[in-house]
Structures are given as structure tokens and as C-alpha cells.
């Protein structure tokens, strides 16, 4: 099995036995435990940054929905967690994220913050409306989020015009120097996550 391939199948090994997990749990009401480090499993493969994009956006999708569901806080965490894993490796269209803005008024503030490091990182202007509502949060480390949001998203935009004007002799003087002024900031994935030991017994010991 080439290498390629090889994570895809831990990616849905992961898959896998996080549906079997859940199944279990419906089914006699018992905490497995494990689901959340099935998606730290994802998260790791994500962070390698050696899926295609097709790839890396199937999996966001997939973990989007658990984002959404019922899950405990812990497992929606993880999935949050690994959708902003791979927003720092990977330029996620807004469309495969949207998902997340619609439902945004219904996630406590801490994985609120998570949402929102994602939809900056989307760098698609349809998510600046959805940022900025959460400007006037109650919560003071959720403010901090949608601003620093903002400023991605507003940076991206004129790091465009910035462009567009230089293609098109728009506006004199704009030099690609002029175009680095405006870097993205650095994502912070791990708001205020608890760091856990890893006794992953599952999909990542098919990697050992």
C-alpha cells in the first residue's frame, strides 16, 4: 500500500470506528471515550497537509456535521478543532464551512471562537456579515475572536485590490513588497483546550 493510500484508509479506519462508537453510545447509553481521539486521529492526518483538497474538503464536511450534531462538548470540540487544523493547511472554500455560520448562534463561546478562526481563515467575504455580529459578544475572548476574523478577512480583501490594481496598472507605484503588507495572522486552533494524553488505541495504532 503506497503511502497515499495508506492514509486514506486510517482517515477511514477513523471514520469508522467513530460511527461504530456512536451506535454503541445510542445504543446502551454509555460513553465510549474514544470518539473524540477518532478525531484527533483525522486532525493529525489533516495537519500533515497530504491530502489532496478534495480529499481534506470531504473530511471537513464530514466533521462539520458532527460539529453540528448532538455530540457532548468534547466530541464537537475535537471535530472543531480538526476543521481548524486543517484551515491552516489547506484554503477551505466557504461553501464546505457554511454549515458552521448558519449554525453559529447555537455553539457555546468557546467553540464559538473555533468557528470563527475558520470562517476568517475561509478567506471569502460572505463570511465577514457572520463575523461581524459576534463584534458585540458578551464574551471578551469571543470579541477578540471575531475581531481578529475581521482583520483576516478585510486584510485578504485588500491584499486583492492590491493585486487587481497592479495587474491592471490601476494604481501606480503598487510594488510586490506593497502587496506582503497585509499577512494573515497566525490561526490559533486551540482555544483554550484542555491538553489531554493520547491513549488512541484505535486508527492510530494502524499507523504504529
Do not use: N
Not at 11 to 39: Q, T, V, Y
Not at 55 to 63: H, K, N, S
Not at 113 to 128: I, M, N, P, R, S
Amino acid at each position: 500500500m503506497d503511502g497515499y493510500r495508506a492514509l486514506t484508509a486510517w482517515i477511514e479506519s477513523a471514520w469508522k470506528e467513530l460511527k461504530e462508537l456512536k451506535e454503541l453510545k445510542d445504543l446502551d447509553g454509555s460513553d465510549a471515550g474514544r470518539r473524540d481521539f477518532c478525531l484527533d486521529a483525522v486532525s493529525d492526518i489533516l495537519e500533515t497537509g497530504r491530502l489532496t483538497q478534495d480529499d481534506a474538503e470531504r473530511a471537513v464536511e464530514r466533521l462539520v456535521t458532527v460539529a453540528l450534531s448532538d455530540e457532548g462538548h468534547q466530541v464537537r470540540e475535537s471535530a472543531l478543532h480538526a476543521v481548524c487544523t486543517a484551515s491552516a493547511r489547506y484554503l477551505l472554500p466557504y461553501r464546505v464551512v457554511e454549515p458552521l455560520a448558519a449554525g453559529a448562534d447555537g455553539f457555546e463561546p468557546l467553540l464559538l471562537e473555533y468557528v470563527l478562526g475558520v470562517l476568517g481563515a475561509t478567506h471569502d467575504q460572505a463570511a465577514l456579515p457572520v463575523v461581524e455580529r459576534f463584534l458585540r459578544h458578551p464574551r471578551p475572548d469571543v470579541r477578540k475572536e471575531a475581531a481578529d476574523a475581521v482583520r483576516e478577512l478585510d486584510g485578504c480583501r485588500e491584499r486583492s485590490r492590491l493585486r487587481a490594481a497592479a495587474a491592471t496598472g490601476g494604481r501606480a507605484g503598487v510594488s510586490p513588497v506593497s502587496l506582503r503588507v497585509l499577512p494573515s495572522r497566525t490561526r490559533d486552533c486551540d482555544p483554550g483546550r484542555a491538553a489531554r494524553a493520547d491513549p488512541r488505541t484505535g486508527p492510530s495504532e494502524e499507523q504504529s
